[in-house]
């Protein structure tokens, strides 16, 4: 039986349309769109409508939640006191009301040059503000990635997608390991890559688990 979820926020950051990670996010939000009919169903695609980067404004209303001691997102907006500080503001807020209002976050990402995009590492730093806490969501994270990083394999110190937003969330939003889940799409450069066409049965066989997986998820939540 599905909780009592009302609302989801689903993000993308996969440059192209035809995307494993897409593909992942999309079979949880699918699954939890038919389980939820009355949920509130909110899309984000951060690669076709990227969000700008932090500006200086947007450190002066950082600074001035830290120095003011603000954790209450609601009064981040005393901050503001510039008309520069207004226009980083009108960025943040509606990103800000998005997420708050979420009790679940699907991220749909890509592996970058070992980490997350660009375009994704833009929507965190506009939203991320000093002791920020977002307990209470669930946050699941749907990857792809062209190689093999899982635990055991000779490339998996050199995983600073799943890791990084594993420390983020638990290290900053407060979120416990048992609120967040990562499912994803390996090996997928075995695809492109004739030095990795013996790895095409792992990578299908990666891609199945991880549609069932999400399927599963997007259902329960
Ligand atoms: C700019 C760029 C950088 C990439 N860097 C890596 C990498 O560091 N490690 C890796 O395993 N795959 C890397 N890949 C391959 C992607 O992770 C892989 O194609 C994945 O499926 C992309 O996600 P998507 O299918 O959702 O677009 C990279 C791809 C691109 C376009």
Redesign the pocket.
Known sequence: MPTTAQTLLHLD????R???????GDAITDAWRLSHPDGIYVHRDLARTPVPQIDEAWTELCDYVLEHQITDIARYREAVHTPAQAAAWEVIEPLLDELVAADVVVI????????I?ASLKAWIDQVTFPKMSLAGRRFVVA???????GPGTP?HP?DH?ERYLRDFFTGHFAIPEEAMTFLG?????SR?DPALASRREAHNASRVAALAAAREIGRAL
């Open positions: 950051a996969s440059a192209r035809r995307s494993f990670s897409r593909e992942a749909a990402t890509p592996m970058y040059n070992f980490s995009p990857y792809a990635r062209g190689g093999a990083y490339r050199h997608q799409t390996e090996l997928v450069n492109v």
